[in-house]
């Protein structure tokens, strides 16, 4: 089952739930959108389209070089890797410093010594919760547009290559 923690939005200062997850653990890359703030992991354990730029580091915020390669958000905004998460409700971006206190609180509860790293492109990124969909999160997992799945294949025929008298 999927842990949740509370959380507040430094702007309209409601409550939201979110999970925190570790890129390296997870063998992913992320981003965010620039206008929902949904988070799009992208695992290196799938599927890998063959003309993907190389990656400056592995387990983070996905490289600029990246953008074009993933599908726009449901919402229509786009995944970025300068994007940050963003309240629910308000839809302001949330500030990584101010998230700190909550999301160390929560944290103590397992591991007194661990510090967050107060910023959103490092290995920890954060999914929040649909608050249309109570205990499902606003995340999408390998985001990447493909379109040459839309694109019928011709199937290639050899008998009539073969059976072709008029050569």
């Not at 919402?75 to 970025?80: H, M, N, P, V």
């Not at 290639?156 to 008298?165: D, G, H, K, T, V």
Request: net charge positive.
């Amino acid at each position: 089952m999927l842990k949740l923690h509370a959380g507040e939005c430094e702007h309209c200062w409601r409550k939201y739930k979110y999970s925190l997850w570790h890129s390296g653990f997870g063998e992913n890359s992320y981003a965010y959108c620039d206008t929902c703030g949904m988070l799009a992991v992208c695992s290196y354990a799938r599927f890998f389209p063959a003309t993907q730029p190389p990656t400056s580091a592995h387990f983070q915020v996905i490289d600029p070089d990246w953008e074009h390669l993933l599908a726009p958000c449901a919402c229509g905004g786009t995944f970025r890797s300068n994007a940050a998460p963003r309240c629910v409700f308000c839809h302001h971006e949330l500030s990584a410093d101010y998230a700190t206190g909550h999301i160390e609180q929560n944290a103590r509860i397992s591991s007194k010594k661990w510090r967050w790293q107060r910023n959103w492109t490092d290995v920890y990124c954060i999914a929040l919760e649909d608050p249309a969909r109570p205990g499902t999160l606003r995340q999408i997992s390998n985001p990447f547009a493909r379109p040459w799945a839309t694109q019928k294949k011709k199937p290639f025929i050899r008998w009539p290559q073969i059976l072709s008298f008029s050569r």
